[in-house]
């Protein structure tokens, strides 16, 4: 069906005045036509702009532009959300801005309104299992971690339950923070499902007890693009592939990176972002 026709659909709505009106048949049918000839041009123009508007579950009323708009980006039409931002850090060769959505995301399960990591001191901990961490002390630290094997098996990336274990591996030892590594060229698609739904990890039941308390009180839980992740090794000085490599070694052990990590996150009502005037926060 035309577009067109659609609209012309949605005018059978407006009646045609009936016979004893002041107007002829011939006025009506012009300024009927002027109608379609019009909602036509706004929908060519704008779609969303005819569309109206939509009731979320809350009764709260939003524009089906911004309602649309915000679904497609994987972020929710209500409730909180954590805004982006970029990770600093210090130490090192020199004080690094990792760029949101370029060198990093990441998203907190704690309320906000804001939740700051500041200079927690980075640590690589290899695929983030208990014996990985044994020697040494990560309370208060962030902690990197690898998404996938290594192509041990899968050869893609973990499940959701074994990255909820490096989560609990990391949180039990008083870690601030967990940073995945995507290390090898499969993993790289985690990084771009990641990038495209930054928001609403907080919000995800699946996280939360039945209280609605957060079953992984991170202050945060995010992930590196393969860039991001080689530009803060060299800035340690330390080499990428081959720690990498040794971490995917029996008796591999965490060690400290010469740096620390800090960002802010700020978690609002989702009618509060606007992702089309949002900016990241220097």
Known sequence: MSLRL????????????SAGSSKTLEQEAREAQKRL??????????PYEAMGNATLPSGKTVSVRRYLNQILQGIPAEGDVVFPAHMKTTGGRKPLKLEWSVDVVGSTFLPGPEVKLADSE?????VGSAENYAGLDVAGKTVIVITDDGGRSRGVRTSRS????Q????LDRGAAAVLWVTSNQPALQFWDSMRATWSGVNQSPEFRDPQGHPLYPLKVAGILSHKGAKKIFANAEVDFDKSVAAALRP???AFALPMKASMTLQVRPADEFDSNSFKVPD
């Open 6 to 17: 659609l609209v012309f659909a949605a005018l059978i709505s407006v009646s045609i005045s």
């Open 37 to 46: 000839d019009d909602m036509t041009e706004r929908l060519m123009r704008d």
């Open 122 to 126: 980075m640590v690589f901990a290899g």
């Open 162 to 165: 074994d990255l909820a274990s």
């Open 167 to 170: 989560w609990r591996t990391a």
């Open 251 to 253: 008796g591999f052990r």
